[in-house]
């Protein structure tokens, strides 16, 4: 018996809730396409709308991962651990990225969601990959909480973006007469 075993639908559940969110975003960025846009809103879309579609890409791929047939922990430790690793990296981006656009004013909520809780996560993947030869259960568990995180962080953030357009974009674009 591996230590992996057990977790098998635990990810088809997170990873088939993952698949479905990518798709749904998708849908609504295309109904959103056709609003007009200034070139400058470009950057509000790298900040606040690549972000979610990365989270549910990672929390795919990693239910994807730990869902095939490994004899062990290791390969998929070292999985994690790139993961943690590239999404601290990206973290930085999205940080930087939310610093230079100039169409919207980030407040607490948009750092905390955008950029602290993602940088949680994937630090989680990074120390769980480091511990994960020795406390391997505790490691999988802090994994599948670290997933089920940015799962909730991209749902918070669709959502929010959604809410934002509606009820903020098109009140303005009213108003204006745009």
Same mark, same amino acid.
Request: no cysteine; aromatic share 8%; glycine share 14%.
């Given at each position: 018996m591996t230590a992996l075993e057990g977790w098998e639908n635990f990810y *088809?559940?997170?990873?088939?809730?993952? @698949?479905?969110?990518?798709?749904?975003?998708? *849908?609504?960025?295309?109904?959103?396409?056709?609003?007009?846009?200034?070139?400058?809103?470009? #950057? /509000? +879309?790298?900040? %606040?709308?690549?972000?979610?579609?990365?989270? %549910?890409?990672?929390?795919? %791929?990693?239910?994807?991962? /730990?869902?095939?047939?490994?004899? +062990?922990?290791?390969?998929?430790? *070292?999985?994690?651990?790139? /993961?943690?690793? #590239? @999404?601290?990296?990206?973290?930085?981006?999205?940080a930087r990225r939310m610093r230079l656009q100039n169409t919207y004013q980030p407040v607490f909520e948009d750092w905390l969601f955008y950029v602290l809780l993602p940088l949680t996560a994937y630090a989680m993947f990074a120390v769980s990959a480091f511990f994960a030869y020795w406390y391997a259960r505790l490691a999988l568990f802090v994994v599948a909480a670290a997933v089920l995180l940015l799962l909730f962080i991209g749902i918070h953030n669709a959502w929010d973006a959604v809410m934002y357009y509606v009820f903020v974009q098109r009140r303005e674009r009213r108003e204006t007469g745009r």
């Open positions: *088809v559940i997170v990873g088939s809730s993952a @698949g479905a969110l990518i798709g749904l975003q998708f *849908v609504v960025m295309t109904l959103i396409a056709d609003s007009p846009m200034d070139r400058a809103d470009s #950057g /509000v +879309g790298e900040a %606040f709308g690549s972000p979610n579609v990365v989270l %549910f890409g990672v929390v795919l %791929f990693l239910s994807a991962a /730990v869902s095939a047939p490994w004899r +062990g922990i290791a390969i998929i430790a *070292v999985l994690w651990g790139l /993961v943690g690793l #590239g @999404g601290i990296v990206y973290a930085v981006v999205v």
